[in-house]
C-alpha cells in the first residue's frame, strides 16, 4: 500500500510540474516569438510558418526538441509591454521579436535571455545594437529598410502617378521613432521630383480617415505608407480610403499589394523572418548575440496591383512594369 501511494504522489507531483521544467528535463528548447499583429492576421500567419520551416531545415523540429510559444500584440504598445515581461519572467532558452516597439520592450525587460529581431529599422540608433558588426550585449538580428532605399518611395510613386505633387507620409510616432530619419530621406529626395512633402502623424483610425481625406482634396496627392506596427494593422482602412479617395500610396510590404495596395517597394518580410530562425538556430547551438552580426535584406522587390491601378485610373509606364518583381491581376 506505501509502495502504490509513493507513486500515486510521484505521479501527481509530476503533473504539476511547471511546462518549462517538463520540456527543460526532456531536452527541448523553449523559443517564444512576440509579433507586432493579431493572430488571425495573413500577414503573421506566413510569417510562422516560415519561421517553423526555417527551423525545420535546421534539424529544429516544433514539440520534438523544441517548443515555440507565439504571442500576438495587434500593434498595441500596453500589450506588447505586458508580453514581453511575460515572456521574460517566463525565461525561455531566447525571445525573437518583430519589429520596433517590440525590440524595445523586450530590451527594456532583460539584458540576459538572447534576443533575435527582424524587421527592425536603425538598430544602432535606437540603440538596440552597440553596432552592426558587433552587436554586443544579448540583441542581434535582421533590419528591414536601409534609409538610403527611401527616397526611392517617392521616385517610385511619382513614376507610377506622374500626376502627384504633394506626397503626406502617415505613420504613428508612438510606434514609429525613427519618423524623422523617414522624413530627411524623403525631404532630400523630393526637391529633384518638384514634389511638396508633409508629415501625417496618426494616432487611431479617425486619425487615419481625417488625414487621408485632407490629402486628397487637392488634387496631386500622393501617399507614403510607412512600414509602422499601428499603420499595419490599420492597413485596411489605409488601403479602402486610399481607393476610394483616390489617391495613389506605395507601402513597404509587398504583401500588402496582394491585399489591395497599389504598389510596394521593399524586401520580402516574410523571408526576413524565415532567414531569423537561422540565428535562433546558432544561439542555440551556443553562439552569442553579441558576435553575430546584424543582417541587412539582401533583395529589394516592386510590386504592383494592375486592378487597384485601373481603378485609380493609373496606367502603369511599360519601363516601370519591365521592372517589377510581381505583378497583381
Known amino acids: ?26 531536452g527541448m528548447r523553449r523559443v517564444a516569438f512576440l509579433h507586432p499583429y493579431l493572430e488571425n492576421d495573413n500577414e503573421v500567419l506566413t510569417r510562422v510558418i516560415a519561421f517553423r520551416e526555417g527551423l525545420e531545415a535546421l534539424g529544429w523540429i516544433e514539440n520534438r526538441n523544441i517548443r515555440i510559444e507565439h504571442r500576438y500584440s495587434g500593434g498595441d504598445l500596453g500589450r506588447i509591454r505586458a508580453y514581453a515581461t511575460e515572456l521574460v519572467h517566463s525565461a525561455p532558452d531566447l525571445i525573437v521579436g518583430s519589429g520596433t516597439p517590440i525590440t524595445a520592450a523586450l530590451k527594456e525587460a532583460t539584458s540576459t535571455i538572447p ?7 536603425d538598430p544602432v540608433g535606437q540603440g538596440f545594437v552597440a553596432s552592426l558588426s558587433r552587436p554586443g550585449g544579448n540583441i542581434t538580428g535582421f533590419t528591414f529598410i536601409d534609409f538610403l532605399v527611401i527616397g526611392k518611395w517617392m521616385e517610385m510613386l511619382k513614376e507610377i502617378a506622374p500626376g502627384v505633387r504633394h506626397v503626406a507620409l502617415i505613420f504613428n ?3 514609429t521613432p525613427f519618423y524623422p530619419a523617414f522624413l530627411r530621406e524623403l525631404e532630400a529626395a523630393r526637391t529633384s521630383l518638384a514634389i511638396e512633402l508633409s508629415a501625417s502623424p496618426v494616432h487611431d483610425e479617425a486619425e487615419v480617415e481625417a488625414a487621408i481625406t485632407a490629402l486628397a482634396r487637392d488634387p496631386g496627392g500622393g501617399l507614403i505608407v510607412a512600414p509602422d506596427a499601428f499603420i499595419n494593422n490599420h ?16 507601402y513597404g510590404f509587398r504583401q500588402f499589394v496582394a491585399e489591395g495596395a497599389l504598389i510596394s517597394y521593399g524586401p520580402n518580410t516574410v523571408e526576413i523572418v524565415r532567414r531569423s530562425a537561422g540565428y535562433v538556430d546558432r544561439v542555440l547551438r551556443g553562439e552569442r548575440p553579441a558576435d553575430l552580426p546584424v543582417q541587412a535584406p539582401t533583395k529589394y522587390d516592386l510590386v504592383i496591383n494592375l486592378k487597384t491601378a485601373k481603378a485609380l485610373g493609373i496606367a502603369p509606364a511599360p519601363e516601370l512594369l519591365a521592372r517589377t518583381d510581381g505583378v497583381i491581376q
Open 115 to 121: 534576443i533575435v529581431f527582424n524587421l527592425v529599422n
Open 173 to 175: 510616432p508612438d510606434t
Open 235 to 250: 492597413r485596411r482602412a489605409v488601403i479602402t480610403l486610399t481607393e476610394r479617395r483616390r489617391l495613389p500610396a506605395i
Open 1 to 26: 500500500m506505501r509502495r502504490r501511494k509513493f507513486i500515486a504522489l510521484s505521479v501527481g507531483a509530476a503533473a504539476s510540474w511547471p511546462l518549462a521544467s517538463c520540456t527543460q528535463a526532456m
